[in-house]
């Protein structure tokens, strides 16, 4: 049998050197955590696209939410705001493993024995894991990955359409860009408020005035939560600490 090489001009890399020279470096200068080292291997056009945008980011604003405004506010508002982000991740990750359990269900009833393959060069990397919420998000960046070949083997075996597939498709899409841009609001919030305290002149969780103060903070945290889609209340927050990638919204 003829090699397909022979007959057909194969990616020898060059889709994940365009995928990383499309994304600015996220700054770590500043990051004096120690991280866990974590290989990983994507082959998805998804999940490449996604792990290079969103991940990095998503540990920048968790290391902001979880250390830096933890040195200076309340931990119980830290504490919900980490379990709103908490939450969007056990969310997406239940709906990747129902996606992948539907998936294999239909392999077996139609008999599919194998799955389809990427003939682009899979993008390995040594990962530097900063947190828990940074090694779930790798998870949920891992389960997406999982998923993709099977939604297209189905395809291509007509057992699901092509409208069904990419239905489903953005919908997880949507909730794993959520969990990124979720955690990306609520550090903007936290540090916006943190700078507004810097110039009323006040200092850590020692020098809030009054009840009422934290009061008005809570309501104003509780309204950004919710924008994100939780129904929690958390009070004021603050650091001095630059912005870390919240200016960029991922589409």
Same mark, same amino acid.
């Given at each position: ?7 057909? #001009? ?11 020279? #499309? ?8 990051? =004096? ?13 998804? *999940? #490449? ?12 604003? !968790? ?9 200076? /506010? ?13 939450? #969007? ?8 493993? *129902? ?23 899979? %993008? ?17 960046? @891992? &389960? ?6 099977? /939604?297209?083997? %189905? ?16 919908? %997880? ?23 507004? !305290? ?25 309204? =950004?939560?919710?924008?994100? @889609? ?20 991922? &589409?």
């Amino acid at each position: 049998m003829s090699d397909i090489h022979q007959i057909v #001009k194969m990616d020898q890399g060059g889709v994940n050197d365009r995928i990383l020279a #499309k994304e600015s470096k996220a700054d770590f200068r500043r990051i =004096e955590a120690a991280s866990v080292k974590m290989p990983t291997c994507f082959t998805s056009a998804e *999940s #490449k696209r996604f792990f290079v945008r969103l991940f990095n980011t998503l540990q920048l604003n !968790m290391h902001f939410i979880s250390v830096i405004a933890r040195t200076r /506010l309340d931990h119980d508002d830290i504490v919900k705001v980490e379990g709103s982000i908490r939450a #969007k991740l056990d969310a997406v990750n239940e709906s990747l493993n *129902s996606a992948i359990d539907g998936a294999e269900a239909l392999f077996k009833a139609h008999g599919i024995t194998s799955v389809a393959t990427y003939d682009t060069v899979a %993008l390995s990397v040594d990962v530097g894991v900063l947190s828990s919420f940074g090694r779930r998000f790798l998870e949920v960046l @891992g &389960k997406l990955d999982q998923l993709m070949p099977l /939604l297209q083997t %189905l395809e291509i075996h007509e057992v699901i359409t092509a409208q069904a597939v990419d239905i489903q498709r953005a919908s %997880l899409k949507r909730q794993v860009r959520d969990v990124a841009n979720g955690a990306r609001n609520l550090a903007t919030g936290l540090r916006r408020r943190m700078n507004a !305290m810097g110039e009323r002149g006040e200092g850590g969780r020692e020098s809030v005035p009054a009840p009422a103060a934290n009061v008005q903070a809570s309501g104003v945290l509780a309204q =950004e939560l919710e924008a994100t @889609g939780d129904d929690a209340s958390v009070s004021s927050a603050t650091d001095t600490m630059e912005p870390v990638d919240a200016a960029v919204v991922v &589409k």
